[in-house]
């Protein structure tokens, strides 16, 4: 991948001749149409520090879609993600309402894991994500990517609320998803769906027979019970939602799986979000770029084109793009070509830039500016008691001007999902009588997410308040 040097300037928004000139310092005598490899462009980007803000501005307007004309906007099927704690049923479910819906339609199709599938109820589609917990949700969330409309919460019968459901809970709330709630294993004779349902009030989740707004739907994947009253009330939600999409333009979409095939190279499971994707269109997917050589669905099937909500497997990039990376087709080879390498230049650029996020330090400052008003924090501690005493102290420190949302706490270590919960919520975690497990360390500080450890309560308080003041001294 190459850049000459006179596109390079434009892009940078600098002149041809401060370019040249800086490679002539570098030892490289270069003309206007010189290529640039990107470790060379990388450097000279980084030697024009401050002009690197064009890139993200200029790339940003190479990316920009005109807003859809309301006519334009056609009906597309959910996409749902199924969450919940372990072993309460979660991959039971997927793969019930998969095979349910095969025997149903079509005879004898041999499905394929792609990362996504759908199923069809009434003539209706809905897209589920095959990847279930609020793990992967949330570490897509942290990439900015936002595919999930709704999520179905199982909840085990014979087991109901646990660390796990509360998490899934929450990380669904702050990323403002709906949730049904899916009671799971009434078969069993032990099932206690009414003490769940009682449970989960707690949580904020009040069932509709009860008064509230949360639909939940008793089910058994084992037995196969009551998973079509499910998937309607999927569509029910769905239609409450109006979800839609403009299908007659280039496609967006995101990643939701990809991998190195000895035989094929690099593959990708893109859901397409808006547009129709054809065979044979450009692209461009986070760093890489590439052609949509061929497409299959889940069922193994070759298909020329896919619209919105409709997960493919796609051939044809020039790497290997990450799970919750932006896909975008384009008519323009050389475009795509350019936006991947000036993202390349730019990925380096935020590496080495890493603290963007906001710390404790960086609060008072972004309340002056008035670019906080929220304070997000992520609470995790040795015992309950202590977790919710730090919790509810915190939240008395909401004023005006700065609301503090304790977002999620829990017992136990600070983990890399707490972390990315940080990153996608722009939060930050107060650890009391914990530590962060070393790769949830190592992941926050990649991401510049403030961790903060304390063993008195009294002295987080007093953290916060301050930093909320400005009158905190900083730690480093
Ligand atoms: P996950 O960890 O949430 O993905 O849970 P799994 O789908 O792996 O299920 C955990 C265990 O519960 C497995 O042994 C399943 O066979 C069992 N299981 C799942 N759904 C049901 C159900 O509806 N009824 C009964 N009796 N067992 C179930």
């Keep these: 991948e190459t850049i000459t040097v006179g ?7 600098v002149k041809a001749n401060d370019l040249i000139r800086v490679l002539m310092k570098m030892g490289l005598m270069a003309t206007i149409n010189h290529p640039l490899d990107v470790d060379t462009a990388t450097l000279l980007a980084t030697e024009f ?32 993600t199924i969450m919940g704690h372990v072993d309460h049923g979660k ?12 025997i149903a339609g079509e005879a004898g199709g041999i499905t394929q894991h792609i990362g996504a599938y759908d199923v069809e109820l009434n003539g209706r589609k809905i897209t589920f994500l095959d990847t279930p917990g609020h793990e992967a949700f949330t570490a897509m969330r942290a990439r900015g990517a936002k595919v999930t409309d709704i999520v179905i919460l199982v909840v085990a019968a014979d087991d109901g609320v646990m660390p796990q459901t509360r998490e899934a809970i929450n990380h669904s709330k702050a990323a403002g998803v709906p949730i049904i709630v899916a009671i799971n294993k009434i078969d069993k004779p032990e099932a206690k769906p009414e003490r769940v349902k009682q449970e989960l009030t707690e949580h904020g989740l009040v069932s509709e027979e009860w008064g509230g707004d949360t639909t939940m739907v008793e089910v058994s994947a084992k037995k196969r019970l009551n998973l079509e009253e499910l998937l309607e009330m999927v569509l029910l939600q769905a239609d409450v939602m109006d979800l839609k999409a403009n299908p007659d333009k280039e496609a967006r979409g995101t990643i939701v799986e990809a991998k ?22 450009y692209c461009v997917v986070g760093i890489h770029s590439g052609r949509v050589r061929a497409m299959q669905n889940d069922r193994g099937d070759k298909v020329v084109e896919a619209g919105p909500a409709m997960p493919v497997e796609v051939i044809g990039l020039s790497g290997v793009p990450d799970a919750g990376d932006i896909f975008v087709a384009m008519k323009d080879e050389k475009q795509a070509k350019e936006i991947a390498t000036l993202r ?8 080495l830039a890493k603290h963007s996020k906001l710390s404790l330090e960086q609060l008072y400052e972004k309340i002056q500016k008035g670019e906080v008003k929220d304070l997000n924090v992520i609470v995790k501690g040795d015992v309950q008691g202590s977790v919710e005493a730090v919790g509810e102290s915190l939240r008395k420190l909401s004023t005006d001007a700065v609301r503090l949302n304790v977002l999620h706490s829990a017992v136990g270590a600070v983990t890399e999902t707490d972390v990315n919960l940080a990153t996608a ?7 009391f009588n914990v530590r962060p497990e070393v790769k949830a360390q190592g992941l926050a500080e990649k991401e510049g997410v403030d961790i903060r450890l ?5 002295d987080a308080v007093e953290d916060v308040k301050k930093a909320m003041e400005g009158l905190l001294e900083p730690t480093l």
């Design 260 to 281: 190195l095939d000895k035989g094929r190279g690099p593959v990708a499971t893109v859901l397409v979000q808006e547009g129709t994707l054809k065979l044979g269109d």
């Design 7 to 13: 596109e390079l300037a434009k892009r940078m928004g």
């Design 425 to 431: 919520s722009n939060a930050i975690i107060i650890g």
């Design 344 to 351: 390349q230049i730019k990925q380096r650029e935020v590496e």
């Design 91 to 102: 991959t039971s479910l997927l793969d019930a309402i998969r095979e349910a819906n095969v």
């Design 454 to 458: 304390y063993n008195v309560i009294y």
């Design 49 to 80: 520090g401050y002009e690197i803000e064009n890139v993200a501005v200029d790339l940003d307007e190479m990316m920009e879609t005109t807003p859809d004309a309301p006519e334009s906007l056609v009906k597309r099927s959910p996409v749902v």
